[in-house]
């Protein structure tokens, strides 16, 4: 079983849209989780975190958390082609990723159209 | 600096060839990471380092891959003997003990 796993994709969606972005999670011992985006031939960049359950928001971002379905979430309202990336998922915390690593999932391709 | 640091941004080596990447962390930051990418895949963990503590080496596929931070700041990886299977991009990130990763740019090798 996969520790990280989110829908390759690509999610399109029009501009202007909301975008909802999942990833599921293996070691229910993982304490921390994050969103990075990742444009084509860069490295990744943060975007939000997330420890608790519930939403956290952050401009047109939303995480949510639900530690008991093992579920991580990201909104994007009001999308943009700008926003068009690769989203990946980071897990860490668990016994199985290690405490202090972060284990990504392969990303999901957010296109969105003019 | 005011971001993560990678040298070189590429390089191409014959198969069998050593190569050295370099890392250099935001300044402050005491854990660093080296993590690689392959076209289509994940990232996949390399070593940890966090102050002076022994490294997490449980991500290194194999003996010819080696890492070593000097001073707590800038790190070396080797990999020796090159294969194409190593052909990937190599990422280095930093962050304070607990925090998100701040990645550097990258190398990307390519063994011919």
């Known amino acids: 079983q996969k520790e990280v796993e989110q829908n390759s994709g690509p999610l399109s969606v029009p501009e202007g849209a909301i975008a909802s972005l999942n990833c599921t999670y293996s070691d229910r011992g993982s304490q921390s989780f994050f969103w990075y985006r990742q444009y084509s031939g860069k490295s990744p960049e943060l975007i939000m975190f997330i420890y608790s359950n519930g939403d956290k928001e952050d401009g047109r971002f939303t995480a949510q958390l639900n530690k008991a379905s093992q579920y991580v979430s990201l909104l994007i309202r009001d999308s943009q082609p700008s926003d068009s990336a690769t989203y990946l998922c980071a897990v860490k915390g668990g016994l199985n990723s290690g405490y202090s690593t972060l284990t990504f999932g392969k990303g999901t391709m957010l296109l969105v159209s003019p | 600096g005011a971001g993560v640091s990678q040298s070189p941004s590429n390089k191409v080596t014959e198969k069998g060839k050593d190569v050295e990447l370099r890392c250099d962390p935001i300044s402050g930051h005491t854990a660093l990471y080296w993590y690689r990418q392959s076209l289509g895949q994940g990232l996949e963990f390399l070593i940890y380092f966090q102050g002076n503590s022994a490294p997490d080496k449980s991500g290194l596929p194999s003996d010819r891959f080696s890492a070593e931070r000097t001073g707590g700041s800038v790190s070396t990886l080797t990999i020796q003997r090159t294969q194409q299977e190593d052909s990937a991009v190599y990422l280095c990130?930093?962050?304070?003990?607990?925090?998100?990763?701040?990645f550097g740019s990258g190398t990307r090798l390519t063994v011919v």
């Open positions: 990130a930093s962050s304070f003990t607990g925090g998100g990763y701040t």
